[in-house]
């Protein structure tokens, strides 16, 4: 598949590169996709959600009530779970929701979610640009350039580039990404993409290992 490479203004620049097939043109799988924006999402959570149970609040344990015939459920102090403001029963704890996935099922997802953005035609291959200066002005005028304002656009860089990030980082709708740390959820949530030159080596050098 041939694209045409524009500059930041839009326009084309006469050259064109071709996707590499066995990363942009493969038949997506489902289900991995599933799997690695499971697990991306997972990686997010802080965990640290924790309610406290019945033997770890303070209070006294006074038996309040006698064991039968009280017209309802048997309890014994004041912590009971039954009462208000007593302990909660099986509590969230603390704990880690990341999980593994083997690195061939990675890669597949992350084909899989680049060639959904071929066959959507939702790619635009830029040459590659600095700015002097971090100006969301001028990030603003590639979107427009490119007719892609107002929408999700991840922009995918082949190394860090601090003037872009940051003229990137107070758009709601957009964001700045390394080719190198690519990853499924970033590629299927965005409505465009727009990568540059040598970002293209980079992702074909990383997926292809």
């Known amino acids: ?5 524009l500059n930041i203004k839009g326009q084309e620049t006469g050259r064109k590169v071709t996707l590499n097939e066995s990363i942009f043109g493969i038949e997506p799988n489902d289900h991995v996709i599933y799997l690695d924006v499971k697990r991306y999402l997972a990686d997010q959570r802080q965990g640290t ?3 406290k149970e019945r033997s770890e609040h303070a209070g006294s344990t006074r038996k309040l009530g006698r064991q039968k015939g009280g017209g309802g459920a048997r309890h014994g102090d004041i912590n ?3 009462l208000r403001g007593g302990g909660r029963v099986f509590g969230p704890r603390p704990r880690d929701y990341r ?6 099922v990675t890669l597949l997802a992350r084909k899989s979610a680049l060639s959904y953005k071929a066959k959507e035609n939702a790619i635009i291959i830029v040459e590659d640009f600095n700015f002097e200066a971090p100006k969301t002005k ?11 304002e107002g929408k999700k656009l991840l922009m995918v860089l082949p190394e860090s580039n601090k ?3 940051l003229s990137a980082r107070n758009l709601q709708r957009s964001e700045v990404i390394l080719a190198a740390s690519l990853n499924t959820y970033k590629v299927l949530n965005a409505d465009v993409m727009v990568i540059t030159e040598n970002s293209l080596k980079t992702i074909d050098s990383v997926l292809n290992k």
Do not use: T
Request: proline letters at 3%; zero cysteines; a positive charge.
């Open 80 to 82: 009971s779970p039954l």
């Open 138 to 148: 001028d990030f603003l005028s590639i979107a427009k350039n490119l007719n892609v």
């Open 163 to 165: 003037n872009v990030y």
């Open 99 to 104: 999980f593994k996935l083997n690195k061939k």
């Open 49 to 51: 959600a924790k309610a």
């Open 1 to 5: 598949m041939e694209i045409n490479v």
